[in-house]
């Protein structure tokens, strides 16, 4: 029994590897298709977490019932609504684009990210009892999107994700950039535009502080720490699918 339980632990965590993996792809090969499934996912389960999350809460602000009763559904709907079309988007500047070698090394650092939060949740889950879509729905966005800000800022400093100057940028504006330009143009345009914007940042900041610390300054500003919901939306769907099983296991 003992030897069946490792063998299927170990199948468990491979199919965790293969979501993961296979989140990632998806987002790659498909960023229209992810970016839509992202913002289905976000907003059904923000109808069920929102409105149970302020059952909860709002008997911190309300004495009275009644209260209560109108604005649960109200701003449940309204909330994971706003949500899911912020991951929606979120997904789509975080894959679209024209760079595919670019885009490689982003579906990479995504997929450690989601990884990561993942295996979070699964300890969580094991060792406090935490609930992996609720602790992943509402509290790992930030952490997450700090791990993904700093993954892509690494791969810039190692120069594996090329760095776009000012000047690169209005050139491709003034002569590269077509009349109508596709969405996929629009984000390619919109990430060297976010880059150079935490470049700038990173540069104030050396005016008061050493290099070094305004980098890890200009990490956690960094426009990328917004892909950390989409990473949390998935690392808790997937963690949850994976204590699910494990609790079935002989």
Known sequence: MTILRVVLNGLIMLAEVAAVAGTAWLGFSHPFAFAALTALMSFALGLSLEARRLRNELPFYFE??????????IVGFIEALMKGVLAGLAALFTFSGTDPGRLYWVAVVFGATVFAGS?????LSISAGAHPTRWGYFR?????????SAG????GALA?????TLSDIGWKIMWELPPKPSLAQVSELFYQLKQAFDDFIVTLLSTVMARDWAEIAGVLVSVNVLAGFVAALYAALIA???????RRLP
């Open 152 to 155: 892509l800022a690494a791969l």
């Open 119 to 123: 295996s979070l949740l699964r300890v």
């Open 160 to 164: 594996i994700v090329p760095r776009t």
């Open 240 to 246: 949850e699918a994976v204590r699910s099983l494990e």
């Open 140 to 148: 790992l966005g930030p952490p997450l999107g700090l791990l993904f």
């Open 64 to 73: 009275r019932t009644s209260p209560r009763m109108l604005l649960v559904p």
